[in-house]
């Protein structure tokens, strides 16, 4: 099966940089396009960031400019790197696998992982 193991979440202060880190297995990461996604209490789950197979990069508005969303192939694993947190960034953050096209959209991917909390205080 395929498996998404997110890590590096925490509590930080506004301003403040935090790293996820998503693991895949069973699963080359090529060979789609992956994403990272968060979702806020009573809020729906929203798209942050995706990276094609060809490496390109696309992010939400809110986010741009602060986060950077990146790949190692050989450790198969996907970074949310992420600057200037504000506390509207808090939320559980989700990344995801299998897109066939660049997208931003929840149903576009089939795999995800657990999630991991990012608590941005004032």
């Known amino acids: 099966d395929v498996q998404l193991v997110e890590s590096g979440g925490g509590s930080v202060q506004a301003g403040g940089t935090l790293r996820l880190s998503c693991v895949v297995s069973?699963?080359?990461?090529?060979?789609?396009?992956m994403g990272w996604f968060r979702q806020a209490p009573g809020k729906e789950r929203e798209g942050v960031a995706a990276?094609?197979?060809?490496?390109?990069?696309g992010y939400a508005d809110s986010v741009k400019g602060r986060f950077t969303i990146s790949t190692d192939n050989a450790k198969k694993t996907l970074y949310l790197q992420m600057n200037s947190l504000k506390p509207e960034d808090t939320a559980i953050y989700y990344c995801?696998?299998?897109?066939?096209?660049?997208?931003?959209?929840?149903?576009?991917?089939?795999?995800w992982g657990q999630g991991t909390q990012v608590t941005v205080s004032s």
């Open positions: 069973n699963y080359r990461i090529s060979s789609s396009c």
């Open positions: 990276t094609t197979r060809q490496g390109s990069t």
């Open positions: 995801a696998a299998g897109a066939w096209t660049y997208e931003l959209t929840v149903s576009a991917y089939p795999y």
